[in-house]
């Protein structure tokens, strides 16, 4: 008696792995196994490749942002546009206090409020859904005034050359 054949279940009712599987079967029954090893070994690498960059990835990142490490990089360094607000609101902070206008008490107000504005900044890129470089792309393409002209008029016909 021929053995029997299971039942081939429809694409729909498998699951993922068992999709995978079967097209794993597909691509190696042409292939000898002992240059399959090969193809499998090229994907163990390659994952752990990607793994090991993963890892590292959220190291720096996390070591970008914490203010005592090696790797800090201050809001300035990051967003220039806003770097270089929130150092002209706090110059213009100390030329009036060195002008008389403010006192000490005033200036630490402001410089309080300056941090604030910092806080903001920071938060801003995750109630909008942006990274830190979108945000600050887009900064640098709002505070320049040619890019804010060329977003906000209507954009050309192309021209056609004949």
């Given amino acids: 008696m021929p053995p029997r054949k299971k039942a081939s279940r429809s694409r729909e009712d498998k699951s993922l792995e068992e999709v995978l599987w079967d ?9 000898d196994a002992a240059e399959y090893k090969y193809v499998v070994l090229g994907l163990i690498f390659l994952k752990y490749v990607s793994d090991t960059f993963m890892v590292r990835h959220d190291e720096l990142a996390r ?7 090696e790797y800090f990089m201050p809001i300035a360094k990051r967003n220039i ?3 270089r607000k929130f150092s002209e609101m706090l110059a213009q902070s100390l030329n009036r206090y060195q002008n008389r206008t403010i006192d000490a008490a005033q200036v630490m107000a402001e410089i309080v409020e300056i941090a604030k504005a910092i806080k903001v900044q920071r938060k801003r890129g995750e109630t909008t859904g942006l990274t830190e470089r979108e945000l600050a792309f887009y ?14 008029t209507k954009p050309c016909a192309p021209s056609r050359t004949n």
């Fill in 23 to 31: 097209a794993a079967t597909a691509l190696r029954s042409s292939m």
């Fill in 63 to 69: 070591l970008v942002d914490e203010q005592g490490s």
């Fill in 81 to 83: 546009v806003a770097g």
């Fill in 139 to 152: 900064d640098a393409l709002t505070s320049n005034e040619s890019a804010r002209l060329a977003i906000t």
